[in-house]
C-alpha cells in the first residue's frame, strides 16, 4: 500500500503532522493563556503611564539675607478648643501697645508679638529706631542677592514697587486691616494699589491651618506674621529652627495663616507694654540695601 509520502518530489518540503485537527481543549487554554498575558501587560502599562511625574524643584533667586536648601516632607496637626493668645488684661488691651508673651511649643521657645491699638504698614529704607511712635519694626520682604530687587509683589502707600510671584504667601494693609493668606493671584495687589494700602509676599508657611512647606531646610531664627481667628500677631523662635519644625509649631498654636518675616540675623526691635526696648538679630554695619522693607506697626498710626 503506497502512502501520500510517496508522491513527494526531490524538490518538494512537506511539513509532517502527527495530527491533523488540534485539540479544542488544547485550542481554548491557549487563547486563555493568551488573553491573560495580554491583560496583564495593559494593566503593567495603565499603571506606569497614570504614575504622576513630580515636576523639577525651581530653586528661588539666591536671597540676600539667608540661604534655601531642599524641602522637607509635609506635616499635619488636628486643632482643638482655640483660646485667644492674648491675656485680655483690660487695662493692657486698651493701651496702645505690644503685649508680649514666651510660650513653648513643640520644645521650641516661641516669643510672641500682640499688637493692641496699633497700627501696621510696610517701610522702605532706614528706620529711625529713636521713633518713639514705632512699637514693633522686623524686616519683611526678601530683597535678590544679585541686584537687590525686591522679591515678590510689592506696594508701599499706593503705589506698586515690585510685581512678581517668587512666593505665594501674602501680608495686605488696607485701610488698617492687615491680612495674611496664600495665593497666586491675590485681588488684595490691585486694591492695596488703589486704596493706599500695602502689600508684599512672602514665603507661606501655614495655610488654612495646614503646614505648607517650603525649599529652606536649615536650621535659622524664625519670624512670622500670624492671623489666628480675629488674632493678629507675629511669633519669633527663640532657637535656631528648621522651616517645618516652625511652621509646625505654628500649626499647633492653631494659627490659620502664616506668612514668613527675615528672619536669621536680620535687625528689628519693639517697645513692650512697660516700655522696654527688646531687640534681634544683628544691626547692618554701614548703608543699609535701599530696598530694605520693614513691617511696621505703630501705637500713634501710619502716616
Known amino acids: 500500500m503506497k502512502t501520500n509520502y510517496d508522491n513527494i518530489g526531490d524538490d518538494e518540503i ?4 502527527g495530527n491533523s485537527k ?22 503593567l502599562l495603565w499603571l506606569f503611564l497614570r504614575k504622576p511625574v513630580k515636576p523639577p524643584v525651581e530653586s528661588p533667586p539666591e536671597s540676600y539675607f539667608e540661604t534655601w536648601e531642599q524641602p522637607e516632607s509635609s506635616s499635619d496637626n488636628s486643632t482643638s478648643v482655640i483660646k485667644p493668645l492674648s491675656h485680655l488684661d483690660k487695662d493692657l488691651v486698651e493701651k496702645n501697645t505690644i503685649e508680649v508673651l ?44 544679585d541686584n537687590g530687587k525686591i522679591l515678590g509683589a510689592f506696594v508701599l502707600a499706593g503705589k506698586p514697587l515690585a510685581w512678581g510671584l517668587s512666593k505665594k504667601g501674602f501680608c495686605a494693609i488696607i485701610e488698617d ?24 509676599r512672602q514665603y507661606p508657611l501655614v495655610n488654612n491651618g495646614k503646614l505648607v512647606e517650603n525649599e529652606p531646610k536649615n536650621k535659622s531664627y524664625r519670624r512670622a506674621i500670624c492671623q489666628r ?13 528648621s522651616f517645618h519644625d516652625f511652621a509646625q509649631a505654628l500649626v499647633d498654636l492653631h494659627v490659620d495663616n502664616a506668612v514668613y518675616l527675615i ?8 517697645i513692650d507694654a512697660s516700655r522696654q526696648k527688646i531687640e534681634w538679630g544683628e544691626p547692618i554695619k554701614g548703608r ?16
Open 263 to 270: 528672619g536669621s540675623t536680620a535687625y528689628g526691635w519693639c
Open 288 to 303: 543699609i540695601p535701599q530696598n530694605t522693607s520693614y513691617l511696621i506697626w505703630k501705637i500713634e498710626g501710619c502716616d
Open 177 to 200: 486691616k492687615v491680612t495674611v493668606g496664600v495665593s497666586e493671584n491675590s485681588p488684595l495687589f490691585e486694591e492695596a494699589t488703589e486704596k493706599g494700602g500695602y502689600f508684599f
Open 14 to 17: 512537506r511539513i509532517i503532522s
Open 229 to 241: 481667628q480675629d488674632e493678629t500677631f507675629m511669633a519669633h523662635s527663640l532657637s535656631q529652627e
Open 22 to 43: 488540534t485539540n479544542p481543549k488544547v485550542r481554548l487554554r491557549n487563547i486563555g493563556i493568551f488573553l491573560g498575558l495580554l491583560l496583564v501587560c495593559a494593566l
Open 102 to 145: 514666651d510660650t513653648i511649643i513643640n520644645d521650641i521657645p516661641l516669643q510672641l508679638f500682640i499688637p493692641h491699638r496699633a497700627k501696621a504698614c510696610l517701610h522702605l529704607g532706614p528706620v529711625n529706631p529713636n521713633d518713639t511712635s514705632i512699637a514693633y519694626a522686623a524686616q519683611a520682604a526678601d530683597i535678590r542677592a
